[in-house]
């Protein structure tokens, strides 16, 4: 009992540095910043206390709306894109596949290069003299397909999907690879004895041993698509005409551009609890579906 009593505190007291720091610097600001979604504050002199009024107002705006619904874009597009495709690589590295040197420099890139990198690179791809894809589709004989891909409202979000999408496969393949390796091997060895086949084996044994991985990453892809800032920022600044504008940059704008911070205020606390909703209501539909 002592042993085990002495152990608590040990990994406590380990704990407590890092429990301070994130209590500082998260906890904190996010209750300071819904405090100040009450009030009409510029981030100078006086703050005057208003009430829900800047909740009530970023609610009835159209752009928040439209940036709720990029938003979601961007949610599903995560979640049925870096999942599946992550969990599909790591299944083929976990076979020593022959590609496997191609895939790890496509796939682990993004990790190494910032944001701002990233921006730029697809920016370019996208450029409708100089890019990439046009250049792609002229060589192919589809000239009439050249678009200006980051200029049309239409199709300038689906767009922007794909780089962030590319953006992040890596730290979940990083997730599924060590889930994987924790299968124990005997699992698939009583699955081939028993006659299964790989997509059996798949379903029954390995699907059933990373559940746990995949509900997590797909929390994760739901709280990070609702934080998606920085390639929009550098992409498009949430043009053209708000097409691609996000919640995240929709508050920075309302923020810092018109220097309305309690406005500001009101709206990330308003995406906390979306994502929460959102969250909370993945976790619902997984719990479900596992009961039936």
Not at 70 to 93: D, K, M
Not at 170 to 191: K, R
Not at 232 to 258: D, K, Q, R
Request: charged letters at 10%; a positive charge.
């Amino acid at each position: 009992m002592r042993t085990f009593t002495a152990k608590r505190a040990f990994v406590t007291f380990g704990l407590l540095p890092s429990i301070i720091i994130y209590t500082v610097f998260v906890i904190v600001p996010v209750f300071w910043s819904a405090y100040y979604g009450f009030f009409d504050w510029k981030g100078i002199g006086e703050a005057r206390f208003i009430g829900f009024g800047n909740f009530t107002e970023a609610l009835g705006d159209n752009i928040f709306w439209l940036s709720l619904k990029n938003n979601l874009i961007v949610v599903v597009a995560s979640v049925f894109g870096q999942v599946p495709i992550a969990l599909l690589l790591a299944l083929l590295l976990r076979k020593g596949t022959w590609f496997q040197r191609f895939v790890r420099a496509s796939v682990f890139m993004p990790m190494v290069l910032s944001s701002v990198v990233i921006g730029i690179i697809w920016s370019t791809i996208y450029h409708p003299q100089i890019g990439l894809l046009n250049g792609l589709l002229d060589m192919v004989g589809l000239g009439e397909w050249k678009k200006a891909w980051l200029s049309d409202p239409a199709i300038a979000m689906w767009m922007i999907a794909i780089p962030i999408i590319w953006n992040f496969i890596g730290p979940y393949l990083i997730m599924f690879l060590a889930a994987l390796s924790s299968i124990p091997s005997e699992l698939d060895d009583a699955a081939a004895m028993d006659g299964a086949s790989g997509t059996r084996k798949l379903i029954s044994v390995t699907l059933p041993m990373i559940w746990d991985t995949i509900k997590v990453t797909i929390v994760l892809c739901i709280s990070g698509s609702l934080k998606a800032f920085d390639l929009i920022y550098v992409m498009t600044n949430g043009g053209p005409a708000h097409a691609t504008e996000l919640l995240a940059s929709y508050m920075y704008n309302s923020t810092f551009n018109v220097f309305r911070y309690g406005y500001g205020s009101a709206v990330s606390t308003l995406i906390i609890i979306i994502s929460l909703i959102l969250i909370a209501g993945s976790q619902l539909l997984i719990r479900r579906r596992n009961h039936t």
